[in-house]
């Protein structure tokens, strides 16, 4: 049964800012996710080298992207450090903590996931199983939904 300490317990790692999205739904809205065991919610994923380098080119291409095809967007999530692991907060905890079942995971290209790719090739595989799509921008065909082919 969902309550709300569930809810409470499901922000205690992540940010202000997601833990007031949380609220903001009615329990109910909430309630029937978890019923479902499947909860379709589209995150975006944007991660630059440095500091100097600027979040906004690839957070705006995921925002036009989900605009332009009727997507509701729910946040994007960002990084500024090195993609040569996976040891990046903000994407630690989109991985960890906000990613469900049904799930989709909108990135603007693959090396903005990481830059080695055994590893790379690790997490995709992870997500996979985990049940969340991943759609690259870069990467026309991961757009489509195949199960909506006949």
């Given at each position: 049964?969902?309550?709300?300490w569930?809810?409470?317990?499901?922000?205690?790692?992540v940010?202000n800012?997601?833990?007031k999205?949380?609220?903001?739904?009615?329990?109910?809205?909430?309630?029937?996710?978890?019923?479902e065991?499947?909860?379709?919610?589209?995150?975006?994923y944007?991660r630059?080298?440095?500091l100097?380098?600027h979040?906004?080119?690839g957070i705006?291409e995921?925002?036009?992207?989900?605009n332009?095809?009727?997507?509701?967007?729910?946040?994007?999530?960002?990084?500024?450090?090195?993609?040569?692991?996976?040891?990046?907060?903000r994407?630690?905890?989109l991985?960890?903590?906000?990613?469900?079942?049904?799930?989709?995971?909108?990135i603007?290209?693959?090396?903005?996931?990481?830059?080695?790719k055994?590893d790379?090739?690790?997490?995709?595989?992870?997500?996979?199983?985990?049940?969340?799509?991943?759609?690259?921008?870069?990467i026309?065909?991961?757009?489509q939904?195949?199960t909506k082919?006949?």
């Open positions: 049964m969902f309550t709300f569930n809810a409470h317990s499901y922000t205690d790692y940010s800012n997601v833990l999205q949380v609220y903001e739904h009615p329990i109910k809205y909430v309630w029937n996710y978890e019923q065991g499947v909860f379709n919610i589209y995150y975006g944007h630059t080298s440095t100097e380098q979040l906004d080119r705006n995921i925002a036009e992207y989900c332009a095809n009727g997507i509701h967007l729910e946040k994007v999530y960002t990084d500024q450090l090195t993609g040569k692991n996976f040891d990046r907060p994407y630690t905890v991985r960890d903590d906000i990613l469900r079942n049904g799930d989709s995971l909108i603007t290209e693959l090396d903005r996931l990481g830059r080695n055994r790379t090739l690790k997490e995709l595989q992870h997500l996979r199983d985990k049940g969340v799509r991943v759609m690259i921008l870069e026309p065909t991961t757009l939904d195949l082919l006949d």
